[in-house]
């Protein structure tokens, strides 16, 4: 079968995934999907990275709460060649993190150290606030113990698994403060956390976030140029999606800062724009978190 029908045939079946998977926060057993030589997805709210080398195996991101992480310890051991396992998180948030005491003793948890200094911060303000969102949030959060790292990073760890490699890299603040992205070779596969999603608004929930970090790392990631990338929520897709994200989030801070100068304020700015941007891109998901952005564009200097 030629590269580019595997390629579409894997987005179709991954866009199917997603739109059952991202409705509840149960990652699916025995339903890991193969995305190139050596990186693996389990699809799910959220998408949970796989990395397999010849001597160790490497975990992006837990799911929400250690029930969600032995399923991903459990699919992890059955891919693995070698022994050694080791764990990233792309953020702090719950989804992402707090799945890390179903992981073996053994395995190594390595992360940048400004998201291990957000963790020390708001973790357990976080954890809280997810856990009055549902009951069986609730559930699955009960009684998390957060791991203390066992290697922090200030810019970039590479990993060498046995016949790839991973750069773990934190090039800035966007999302969070602590924002990590993976990238994977020989197979070019970019694990970008939140930062580079597949039509889906960028989250920018507190102050912490930042529109010009965010357009900074984008345009550090360009140069990568992946042959897929791995969001942390949406579907799979190609480098393409860089630009993509690039276009909206700096288009939307164009009209944003137009509209300050004007004098407009920011919740009303909010409120045009969703409706703008809901037209512009008619097939992206909620614009609900637009006017997020809006407000960090508001507050920070103008590029």
Known sequence: MAPRTIHLLCAAIWTCAMAIAQTQPLLPENSVTRVSDHVYAIVGWPNVGIIVG?????????????????????????????????????HFHPEHASGDAAFPPGAILIRPAVQQEEMQAHGTEFLDMFRGRSAQFKELLQDVRLRTPDVVFDREAKLDLGAVTARLMWLGAAH??????????????????????????????????????????????????????????????????????????????????????????????????????KTRYPDWESMGPVSGVVRRVYAEPAP
């Open 54 to 90: 010849d001597r160790a195996t490497l975990v992006v991101d837990t799911g929400l709460g250690p029930r969600n992480g032995a399923t991903v310890v459990r699919e992890a051991q059955k891919l693995a060649k070698g022994s050694k396992l080791y764990l990233t998180t792309t």
């Open 176 to 277: 969070t403060r602590g924002d990590e992205v993976t990238f994977v070779e020989p197979d070019s596969v970019l694990l970008p956390g939140d930062i580079v999603e597949n039509k889906l608004v960028p989250s920018m929930p507190n102050a912490d976030s930042s529109v010009n970090g965010w357009l900074a790392i984008l345009d550090k990631l360009a140069p990568l140029t992946p042959r897929f990338i791995m969001p942390d929520h949406g579907a799979l897709g190609d480098g393409s999606l860089i630009a993509k994200e690039r276009g909206f989030l700096a288009g939307l801070q164009a009209r944003a800062l137009e509209l300050k100068r004007q004098g407009t304020s920011v919740e009303e700015a909010g409120k045009l724009l969703t409706a703008e941007f």
